[in-house]
């Protein structure tokens, strides 16, 4: 009986992390529109190519720290939380 | 070897300088908190490199997409995210592969910080003399004299 409540929280940690990391789609579409945007911005005021990509780097890796919270909750469902999960599950 | 844009290579330095102090901190704190041992040091020295590497080399995919066609660079910097993502999973996935060598927490928490970083530098008001603003505050004189110039 132990082993299926085992077997099911490693699925279900497993699951988890996949769905968390649907998470990491977002920031690559946003970027990408981002940027998109300042190419056009550079396109209009060439002189400005400094200024925009500066911030745009600076903006990028703010938009990028979603994907990396998913990531970081990914890889504690995976790693971290069956054997934590599977403990608990014993000791019943 | 191709030549690093000046903005990529100061707001990497910031960042890396920014992540280092934090670093710091983080193992000053399992210090305080009694669990610290070299797995930790090892960990934290991955994760805060995956952290530099990962902004680095987003900067230099920024800088790459700003000359292309608005359309080809949103497909780049998608790309981009993914393989970074990638790398930064494949990194991390070490860590917790070697457990006796790399603690995972110390590993992780440290990808966090350039967020923090910046965070913290738009929160102590740096980032007001950057050129950006500086061109924003020029652009409203611009304004305001051709408003004047318009009204003489």
Redesign the interface.
């Known amino acids: 009986m132990s082993q299926i409540a085992i077997a099911i929280v490693l699925g279900c940690c497993a699951l988890g992390a996949g769905v968390a990391m649907i998470a990491?789609i977002g920031?690559?579409?946003g970027?990408?529109?981002a940027?998109?945007?300042?190419?056009?911005a550079?396109g209009r005021q060439p002189e400005?190519?400094?200024?925009?990509?500066?911030?745009?780097?600076?903006g990028?890796?703010?938009a990028?720290?979603t994907?990396?919270?998913a990531?970081?909750i990914?890889?504690?469902l995976?790693?971290?939380a069956p054997g934590s999960f599977a403990a608990i599950v014993k000791s019943f | 070897m191709k030549k690093i844009?000046?903005?990529?290579k100061?707001?990497t330095l910031r960042?890396a300088v920014g992540t280092v102090l934090l670093s710091g901190v983080m193992e000053l704190v399992f210090v305080l908190l009694g669990k610290w041992d070299l797995t930790v040091l090892f960990g934290n020295l991955v994760g805060a490199f995956a952290a530099v590497l990962?902004?680095f080399l987003?900067?230099l995919t920024?800088?790459k997409?700003?000359?292309?066609?608005?359309?080809k660079?949103?497909?780049k910097?998608?790309v981009s995210?993914?393989a970074?993502?990638l790398m930064?999973?494949a990194i991390?996935?070490l860590a917790?592969l070697f457990p006796k060598v790399f603690n995972?927490i110390a590993a992780?928490v440290p990808?966090?910080f350039?967020?923090l970083v910046?965070m913290a530098w738009q929160l102590l008001g740096k980032k007001d003399k950057?050129?950006?603003c500086a061109?924003e505050s020029d652009g409203e004189t611009a304004e305001e004299t051709t408003t004047e110039d318009t009204e003489n």
């Open positions: 990491g920031p690559g579409i970027e990408g529109q940027v998109a945007k300042a190419c056009e550079i400005a190519k400094s200024e925009v990509t500066s911030t745009m780097i600076m990028c890796a703010i990028e720290t994907g990396i919270y990531l970081v990914a890889i504690l995976i790693f971290v | 844009d000046p903005a990529v100061k707001e960042i990962n902004f987003m900067g920024v800088v997409c700003v000359s292309l066609p608005p359309d660079a949103a497909a910097i998608r995210q993914g970074r993502l930064l999973a991390c996935g917790a995972l992780v990808l966090l350039p967020r910046i950057s050129p950006v061109a």
